[in-house]
């Protein structure tokens, strides 16, 4: 069950509203089944409606009256609750609704149990899923009905009643949401032809910009080159930046004048001050190692970054987790930005729904999440090659990463944003499988002869043995081999970059392990091989490791049996 609370300033505009059924096609056979004594006059019920109506409205609003004579009368005395079924929920009775509306205005402080100066209320049915509360604040007493936080009071005593009564138990969130596009807006975007409201539009644009910008001035000097979008920043009497507010070109109010929307009118975390603080907690973007021969590839060094997020969820503390999922948004903000059009559609839908998963009650420490957002950042300055092994080794790391923070929300009781992050995966894995078909059959093409490939299948069974057969029966396996081939010929060991490769993360929860071993070891393997020198020093180390068998020496002497002679220097 889902309520709404408004106020008003006309009782008999309510009461009309609820009782019409001329201009709202909906409303059918309009009555109440509640009042605050039982006996309030029913419209719907008496024969003269007209009169019967007029009676109602001069009942609820007695006290408002008396309240106005004293100067006491709140000038919005109108509260007005509407009370949904969820879809799919049995059938109420108007007993069970009357038991609801009751227990609603109970919890609110509108009419507390037991208290005889509550205030006047109706509850007025006219469909067979929801209910209006319609009630004026004036108290018995002549005050004002206290009624602070009526909404989070309403939604706790649904979601019991949800229990109690045997529905179904809506998701609530925790007041970070964005806020929704209003009716009037939905109505004007349909009129011009608009798929998107202008407030859908900014923040969308508005988000993608914060992902790519270093600094809070770069952000502001972004906005206001988009194209389509007018940008009014605000400054303080010193010349600092106080905020910013953006509107569509061309979208106007009545009086002609541009629909503005400050950034926390956008979300609560696109105001300028929350900006500011991500920005300046922004790392610089991951730089080239001194001595060495090749520049690290963004794509590879973000996908480094970002598998390391689960660690910090695990590990570290809620402040640093939502710094980390936080950054992680950005990198799926930055992705529609970046990717062949074909995948645009599906990672513009998940960047839309995983932004509600960036955001609860806990306070992000932004600066945990330094080296993260700056190896976002380095994203914006590589676009997708054209074989797109890049992109798709991201997305098979942000699918775990999506998953992982499903689990973490879901721990601390974050149902909006475990939903949010199941709507994610659903695109971002349709993203995935377009974006890595391509590399994983060009990969395949160069699948090695027959003795590569089962000297790279014993590698498999020896050092993955719980994995090792839904490795070799995986499609992407002639893939797996293909870059094990290419990494051994470029001087690299491929028992080690496998160790490595396993021992990065765990492969439980891989929908294809091959896959996600294909992705890792190509990673591994871009860098550079070890020298001869190298390569002979990790095999004396590997043999000194190695426990000795039983009946044997630790040292391996040039005759069985026989102990190695003591070196000295």
């Known amino acids: 069950m889902i309520a709404k609370i408004g106020s008003g300033k006309s009782t008999a505009g309510l009461i009309r509203y609820l009782f019409d059924t001329k201009k709202a096609k909906d409303h059918t056979d309009p009555h109440l089944v509640a009042s605050w004594d039982g006996f309030a006059p029913d419209p719907g019920r008496a024969d003269g409606f007209d009169a019967t109506k007029k009676r109602l409205v001069a009942d ?145 644009t508005v988000r993608q910009l914060v992902s790519i910008a270093t600094s ?7 906005l206001d080159g988009v194209e389509g979008i007018v940008v009014n920043v605000q400054h303080f009497p010193s010349g600092d930046v106080r905020g910013y507010k953006v ?27 929350k900006i500011r603080e991500r920005l300046t907690a922004t790392g ?135 939903a949010a992050a199941h709507q994610t995966l659903a695109h971002l894995q349709t993203a995935y499988r377009q974006a890595a078909a391509g590399p994983l059959a060009a990969l395949a093409q160069r699948q090695p002869p027959a003795r590569a490939m089962e000297r790279h299948a014993q590698r498999i069974l020896v050092i993955l043995p719980d994995h090792a057969q839904q490795v070799l029966d995986d499609p992407a396996w002639p893939a797996l081999a293909a870059v094990l081939t290419e990494a051994e010929n470029a001087g690299h060991d491929p028992e080690q970059l496998l160790q490595h490769a396993a021992r990065q993360r765990t492969l439980d929860d891989a929908r294809s392990t091959a896959r996600t071993l294909t992705w890792r070891v190509q990673r591994l393997a871009a860098r550079q091989a070890p020298s001869a020198r190298a390569r002979a020093a990790q095999a004396r180390t590997r043999v000194a490791a190695r426990p000795a068998q039983p009946g044997q020496t630790p040292s391996s002497p040039s005759q069985p049996g026989l102990a190695a002679p003591a070196r000295h220097r």
């Open 247 to 273: 509107a569509v070109e061309g979208d106007t109010n009545a009086a002609g004048e541009p629909v503005w929307f400050s950034g926390a009118k956008l979300a609560p975390d696109l105001s300028y001050p």
């Open 216 to 222: 809070p001035e770069e952000f502001l000097h972004l």
């Open 284 to 418: 610089a973007a991951p730089v080239t190692e001194p001595g060495c021969r090749r520049r690290p590839n963004p794509w590879h060094q973000a996908t480094a970054a970002v598998e390391r997020i689960p660690h910090h969820l695990h590990h570290g503390d809620d402040a640093a987790a939502q710094a980390h999922i936080g950054a992680f948004g950005e990198a799926i903000d930055i992705l529609p930005l970046l990717a062949p059009s074909h995948l645009r559609p599906h990672l513009q839908q998940a960047a839309v729904a995983f932004e509600r998963a960036t955001r609860s009650r806990i306070r992000a420490q932004q600066d945990q999440a330094r080296a993260l957002r700056g190896a976002v950042r380095a994203l914006r300055t590589a676009p997708v090659t054209s074989d797109g092994s890049g992109l798709a080794m991201f997305l098979d790391i942000a699918v775990l990463i999506v998953i992982a923070t499903a689990r973490w929300h879901q721990a601390r009781r974050h149902n909006q944003q475990v």
């Open 60 to 204: 609820l609003d007695l006290r408002v009256k008396q309240a106005r004579r004293l100067g006491r009368a709140p000038e919005r005395h109108v509260w007005h609750c509407s009370v949904r079924a969820a879809p799919g929920d049995r059938h109420l009775t108007d007993a069970e609704w009357a038991d609801i509306a009751r227990r609603v205005v109970a919890a609110t402080g509108i009419a507390p149990q037991g208290d005889p100066d509550g205030c006047r209320w109706v509850a007025v049915r006219h469909a067979d899923d929801h209910i209006h509360i319609a009630a004026t604040k004036v108290r018995g007493d002549l005050r004002t009905a206290r009624h602070w936080n009526d909404y989070l009071t309403a939604d706790k005593e649904l979601a019991a009643i949800e229990k109690e009564y045997g529905l179904k138990q809506v998701v609530r969130g925790d007041r970070t949401a964005a806020k929704r596009p209003t009716r009037a807006e939905t109505e004007k975007a349909r009129r011009v032809g608009k798929t998107q409201t202008s407030r859908e539009r900014l923040r969308t």
